[in-house]
């Protein structure tokens, strides 16, 4: 079963455009939900988290908003950059449970032409 | 530097052989981590270790073991390696077992022939 479900699989966007992608999930204990960016033969790294107390968190370009009643997350990418074509993950976990088992979604593969 | 390291890159082996992966995170942290990404880039966590104390084992075949020597250590050994173990193997870690944020490592990418 796909606890954290991620939309759309590939996206393209042109430079100076607005990328949005979508997550949902099942788990309510789920309370912390960060977005990973990854770029071709590199690990994933941390690009902005969120926790289910808020529902909406921005660094610079990029801003996060989270749904509770529907379960919902996004990641919205204002003024996208060829530098920002990557795949991103959205994750979800259960903080503070006594272990750590993050579920990641499937990954969006977004590119953005200049 | 401060960051997670992995050795090998690139490892390309035939089936049955044994593989051993090297991962080392100079951050200080008391939790480091295996996942297995495979070629649609789906991310499944494979191990978790807590001050070398194995704290999540996912439901991996047991030709899969993990190997830590310090708490900044965390070896990832396959016995016998199959054509679907093929994947990039990440390692990562985080400050403690009720934290946030994840550090992963480039990855070593696996081929099995």
């Known amino acids: 079963q796909q606890q954290v479900r991620q939309s759309p699989q590939s996206l393209t966007v042109w430079e100076g455009g607005t990328t949005v992608l979508t997550c949902s999930y099942e788990d309510s204990t789920f309370n912390y939900f960060p977005w990973y960016q990854q770029f071709p033969g590199e690990g994933p790294a941390l690009l902005i988290s969120?926790?289910?107390?808020?529902d909406k968190k921005e660094d610079g370009r990029f801003t996060t908003f989270f749904n509770k009643r529907e379960k919902k997350l996004s990641l919205h990418i204002i003024d996208s950059q060829p530098g920002d074509s990557a795949t991103y993950f959205c994750a979800a976990s259960p903080l503070n449970t006594g272990y750590q088992n993050f579920y990641f979604g499937k990954g969006t593969s977004l590119t953005v032409i200049p | 530097e401060t960051a997670v390291f992995q050795t090998p890159n690139y490892h390309v082996t035939q089936v049955g052989n044994e593989v051993s992966f090297n991962c080392k995170q100079t951050?200080?942290?008391?939790?480091m981590y295996w996942y297995k990404q495979d070629s649609k880039k789906l991310l499944k966590i494979m191990f978790s270790?807590?001050?070398?104390?194995?704290?999540v084992n996912e439901t991996v075949p047991r030709r899969f073991s993990p190997q830590s020597s310090d708490k900044a250590h965390l070896n990832l050994r396959i016995k016998s390696v199959e054509p679907e173990d093929s994947a990039v193997y990440l390692c990562?870690?985080?400050?403690?077992?009720?934290?946030?944020?994840?550090?992963f490592g480039p990855g070593t990418r696996l081929l099995v022939l």
């Open positions: 270790y807590n001050n070398k104390q194995l704290i």
């Open positions: 990562a870690s985080s400050p403690d077992i009720n934290q946030d944020t994840q550090y």
């Open positions: 951050l200080g942290h008391d939790t």
């Open positions: 969120i926790l289910s107390v808020s």
